[in-house]
């Protein structure tokens, strides 16, 4: 198997092939393109999710809190309780410790959730460090949407920028190497853009307007997440990739490490599947809150298709990430 997310296709094989127990209580269960899980357990729903940081060694502490309440966003949930899970490779200092936790203690607060416990050990099982975070999160029963009322002519709104983490992973990882080609003020541009990883704000506000799915935009990159959505809602979708918003910086760098900015890691994006006619009511509301938004693409019956200068090409099933590829040189 390739490094990076178990292929979808393994994920039903393997994985979903082997989930018997239903219980009444769940209301979204695991599936491809599906971020979280929804409970009722009386009162307001329960929304959870779980996310290891693999891909990168900077930063650890942020990415760990944000991947997480990140996925809880994709339901318009508000993040209420974090657990954190931290594996020490053998040698590590206490002041290493403390980085990362002062990063996710940051993080959020930055974000308004609470870390309620998880668990930190040394051990010889890894040889770098590794977090795994679960978020609980709420919301009213009235916002849990459902795919039946997405049409075809609904409008695929996108915000902020595609490639936004992997061009921070990059930036930090490969600083040595990238600074032979670009400077250093371009160096710390690609890494302040860790400043926009959280999607919290627009899965909050886009429940407002109408929203039919949420999707944040991990590992696959822009591709992978269109696939995905295209699968979990079972329509087709029409990517514009002309409209795809994409930093210079980023461009830039994905253009010297050859690699493709469609299929990069973007945590800090979010799909959000709007009724047609309030797609441009949702872009105006992300701009009121300083959030880029951009319709990129349209749901259509069948087929999640590419549409360039190049003309119509389909979008398979999202392979390992670009981010990976570029970290072994």
Partial sequence: MEIGKVPNEMLEKIVFKNISLRREEVLVRASIGED????????????????????????????????????????????????????CPEGTDEDELEQVMRQAGRAAADVNVEIIGGHTEV????????????VIARMKREHLYTYESIRTGDK??????IGLEGTHILASELKEILMDHFTEGEIQEA????????????????KEYGVKYMHDITEGGIHGAIWETGKAIGRGIDLFENRLPIQDIT???????????????????????????????????????????TVIAEVTDSGIFSLSADGRTEIESPGSDELYRALEV
Avoid: F
């Fill in 156 to 161: 695929v709104v996108i915000s902020k920028w």
């Fill in 123 to 134: 051990t010889d099982a890894v040889n770098r460090m590794v977090l795994s975070t679960t």
């Fill in 36 to 87: 979280t899980g929804v409970m009722d357990l009386g009162g307001d729903l329960c929304v959870v999710s779980t996310d290891p940081i693999t891909g990168a060694t900077k930063e650890l502490g942020a990415l760990a809190v944000h991947v997480s309440c990140n996925d809880a966003a994709t339901k318009g949930a508000e993040p209420v309780g974090l657990l954190l899970t931290i594996l």
């Fill in 251 to 293: 461009r830039r760098i994905c253009d010297h490490l050859d690699i493709d900015v469609r299929k990069l890691i973007s945590s800090g994006s979010m799909i959000m599947v709007v009724p047609q006619e309030r797609a441009d009511e949702l872009v105006h509301a992300l701009e009121m809150v300083k959030i880029p938004g």
């Fill in 191 to 206: 890494l302040e853009l860790g400043r926009y990883l959280s999607v919290v704000t627009e899965g909050l506000l886009a």
